[in-house]
């Protein structure tokens, strides 16, 4: 397996290479590597890429996968239709 092949999170084009370079720097927890790479704050919001992350912590530091903390989500307030923005554009031209 080539890590650099190997996608973590396809919103932030994250490979595994990427999150084992962070911990071979000596990053230890999610939230300390969700800062610094941005994963699990794409699109999806982490829909497949939290758990992956996870389980790559766990086997890294040789620890279960529960003791792995799970970030903080921090998901969009609420959706913005797309006519509200064409008229709030209208209006100040």
Not at 5 to 21: G, P, S
Not at 58 to 65: F, K, T
Not at 71 to 87: A, D
């Amino acid at each position: 397996m080539i890590k650099e092949d190997v996608i973590i999170c396809r919103c932030e084009d994250i490979t595994l290479k990427d999150i084992t370079d962070l911990l071979d720097e000596g990053y230890q927890t999610f939230e300390e590597i969700k800062r610094i790479l941005r994963i699990g704050m794409g699109a999806c919001q982490g829909s497949t890429c939290i758990s992956l992350l996870q389980r790559e912590i766990s086997n890294y530091h040789n620890i279960p996968i529960e003791k792995v903390e799970t970030p903080k989500v921090r998901p969009l307030m609420t959706g913005v239709k797309l006519k509200s923005i064409s008229e709030a554009y209208k209006n100040e031209s």
